[in-house]
C-alpha cells in the first residue's frame, strides 16, 4: 500500500474538487473516516477551543499541536493533513516542526504566513510575515521533508488578501508555489473572479477554505470546481454542529429533564461502542488472556456471548 503521503498527493493531483473536513480530536476523525472521505484535515481553530476552550488566537502551541495531532493520526487510516499554524517560528522552527510532524506519519503539513501569535484567519487584527521570510520557511520545510520523509506534502497559506489586498496575496501565492509548496492555501478571497484569476496564476493545486458565517463569501462548491479549485477544507463541519448538539441536549437536561428524550438526541449505547471499537478489543482479549481470565470476566470464552449478554443488561433495557 502507498504511504500516507503519496495517497495524499494522489489525491490532490486528481481531476475534481476534493473536500478537507476537518477534526479537532480523533472521536472527530474516526467520524470523518466513517462518513467515506478520503482526507481528514487539522483545525487549529477546532483545536484550540477543544483543547482549552479558548479561541484560536495562538494561546497552543507546537507541543499541544503535537500531541492532539498524534491521537488523531493513530485513530484513522486515511491520510492526515495537519494545521501546523505559522511552523512556530523562522525558518529553523519549521525544520524542527516538518521533522517530527513526519515522523508521527502526518500525510501533509501546512502553515501560514501569518505573525506569531497568529489567529484565525477570518478573525480581525491578524498580520503577516515579509513575503520573503514566508519563501525561507516553505525551503526549509521542503529540504527537512525531502530528508526525513519525501512523501509527505507541504502547504503553503497565505492570509495576506485580507491584510494587505489581493495582488500581493496573488504574488506572494505565485512566490510560495515556485520555493516548492506542493498546494497553496489562499484564505478569505472575495469574488469568484479572485478565485479563478489565482488558478490561472499559480503553478500549483489552489486550496481555500469554507467557514459559515467567516470572512469567505458562500460560494458553492459548484463554483469552486468549475473554476479549477483542487481542495477546499470546511473546519468546522465536526465542531460547530456539535456544540449545536450538546447546547440542545444540556438544556434539555437542565428544564426539561426528560432522560428518555436526552438519550434520543444521541447515538445508542452499542452504536457508540461500536464506533470506538469495543468489540475489536473484546476480541483481542479473547486472543491475549486464558479462559480462566475470560471465563472470570465474561462467564463465556465466546465473542458473541460477550456481547450478546453485555447489550441485554444495558441497551435492551432501555427499549423496553
Known amino acids: 500500500m502507498a504511504s500516507k503521503g503519496k495517497q495524499f498527493k494522489n489525491i490532490l493531483n486528481s481531476k475534481g474538487l476534493h473536500l478537507r473536513p476537518c477534526a479537532y480530536d480523533a472521536l472527530s476523525a474516526l467520524l470523518i473516516e466513517r462518513a467515506g472521505f478520503q482526507i481528514v484535515g487539522t483545525t487549529g481553530y477546532g483545536i484550540s477551543s477543544s483543547l482549552i476552550g479558548q479561541p484560536d488566537m495562538g494561546l497552543i502551541g507546537y507541543h499541544e499541536m503535537m500531541e492532539r495531532t498524534r491521537t488523531i493520526v493513530n485513530a484513522v487510516d486515511l491520510p492526515v493533513d495537519v494545521d501546523v ?3 512556530y517560528g523562522n525558518a529553523l522552527n519549521v525544520h524542527w516542526t516538518v521533522l517530527n510532524f513526519a515522523r508521527i506519519d502526518a ?7 501569518q505573525v506569531w501569535p497568529k489567529r484565525c484567519g477570518h478573525m480581525a487584527g491578524k498580520q503577516v510575515i515579509p513575503a520573503s521570510e514566508m519563501v525561507q520557511k516553505i525551503k526549509a520545510a521542503v529540504k527537512t521533508r ?4 519525501p512523501d509527505m506534502a507541504i502547504g503553503a497559506r497565505t492570509d495576506a488578501r485580507t491584510v494587505t489586498g ?8 505565485k512566490a510560495y508555489a515556485e520555493a516548492g509548496a506542493d498546494y497553496v492555501y489562499v484564505e478569505a478571497p472575495q469574488s469568484l473572479d479572485e478565485v479563478g484569476k489565482l488558478v490561472e496564476k499559480v503553478p500549483a493545486p489552489l486550496a481555500f477554505n469554507v467557514i459559515p458565517g467567516g ?7 459548484e463554483e469552486l470546481e468549475s473554476r479549477g479549485v483542487r481542495y477546499v477544507s470546511v473546519p468546522m463541519i465536526c465542531l460547530y454542529p456539535a456544540a449545536k448538539a450538546m447546547m440542545t441536549a444540556l438544556e434539555e437536561l437542565k428544564h426539561g429533564r426528560d432522560i428518555r428524550k436526552i438519550a434520543s438526541m444521541g447515538v445508542s ?10 468489540n475489536k478489543w473484546r476480541q483481542l482479549e479473547i486472543e491475549s488472556l486464558s479462559d480462566e481470565e475470560l471465563l472470570n470476566n465474561y462467564g463465556t470464552t465466546d ?11 444495558t441497551e435492551k433495557i ?3
Do not use: C
Open 146 to 149: 525531502d530528508t526525513e520523509n
Open 303 to 313: 465473542l458473541s456471548e460477550i456481547i450478546e449478554r453485555e447489550l441485554a443488561g
Open 107 to 113: 500525510a501533509s503539513i501546512r502553515f501560514e504566513d
Open 318 to 320: 432501555w427499549r423496553k
Open 166 to 173: 489581493f495582488d500581493d496575496a496573488l504574488n506572494r501565492a
Open 85 to 87: 499554524d505559522t511552523g
Open 269 to 278: 449505547w452499542a452504536e457508540f461502542n461500536d464506533l470506538v471499537g469495543v
Open 215 to 221: 470572512k469567505t463569501p458562500p460560494f458553492t462548491f
